[in-house]
């Protein structure tokens, strides 16, 4: 059995409650939830009576951070040594689509952003109605500097993600911690739509992954798990 970690800050708070009675339809791959909120005994008072376990963390800070939900997830694999799946709360119906009891290593993810931004190399000059033209221009270069070819830097769609267990995530956290500071400061400094900071960070945990020597993989589709 997996853990399946959430986040349910601000307006998501709802979107949880909402989804619930989907999330416990998963019983056959996760007996255990982890909810990162900042309303947690909102939540605790709808999951009373549930099938599976839910535990609660609270989240206290103004503005989310994007890498706050992949640091949650990395420090729950570590903690509980067991498989973890992150899903985005509006995403929760994708769970059907994928493998979730795949035997690959490492990360597994999605898909990339696009086909005309599926690595980092493909983002010099690039903009859309997510971000600006050039927004990624200063982090590949930072990729370079830091001997990775751009190119070999996947974009991860990072709304569904899989982390087997490996014992390499505390380094992914570290690199992760030390590139968060451009990541935030593109968000505060450049045109974006997203309300919250640190976007993006798909490309930063393919990066950290790489640094890591942890495996990235893809999932396998199904119809139904």
């Known amino acids: 059995m997996k853990n399946l970690a959430l986040v349910a800050v601000g307006e998501y708070t709802n979107d949880f409650i909402t989804s619930i009675e989907t999330i416990e339809k998963f019983n056959k791959v996760f007996d255990t939830v982890y909810v990162l909120t900042d309303n947690v005994e909102k939540l605790q008072n709808y999951t009373s009576n549930t099938k ?29 040594q067991k498989d973890t799946v992150y899903c985005d709360i509006r995403m929760i119906n994708s769970l059907y689509d994928y493998n979730l009891n795949n035997n690959f290593e490492g990360i597994i993810y999605p898909r990339e952003w696009g086909s005309n931004s599926s690595n980092a190399n493909m983002l010099r000059g690039f903009g859309c109605e997510a971000f600006e033209e050039g927004y990624w ?89």
């Open 52 to 80: 599976l376990t839910y535990f609660f963390t609270f989240y206290n800070k103004d503005t989310f951070n994007y890498f706050d939900k992949l640091y949650f997830s990395l420090n729950l694999v570590l903690n509980t």
């Open 137 to 225: 221009d200063e982090f590949i270069v930072h990729i370079e500097k830091n001997g990775i070819k751009p190119e070999s830097v996947p974009t991860i769609f990072e709304q569904t993600l899989l982390f087997n267990y490996d014992e390499n995530y505390d380094q992914v956290i570290s690199y992760l911690e030390s590139v968060e500071d451009l990541f935030v400061g593109y968000s505060n400094s450049k045109e974006n739509k997203y309300t919250a900071v640190g976007n993006g960070e798909g490309l930063a945990l393919a990066y950290a992954c790489i640094k890591s020597n942890v495996e990235l993989s893809k999932f396998r589709y199904i119809k139904a798990i």
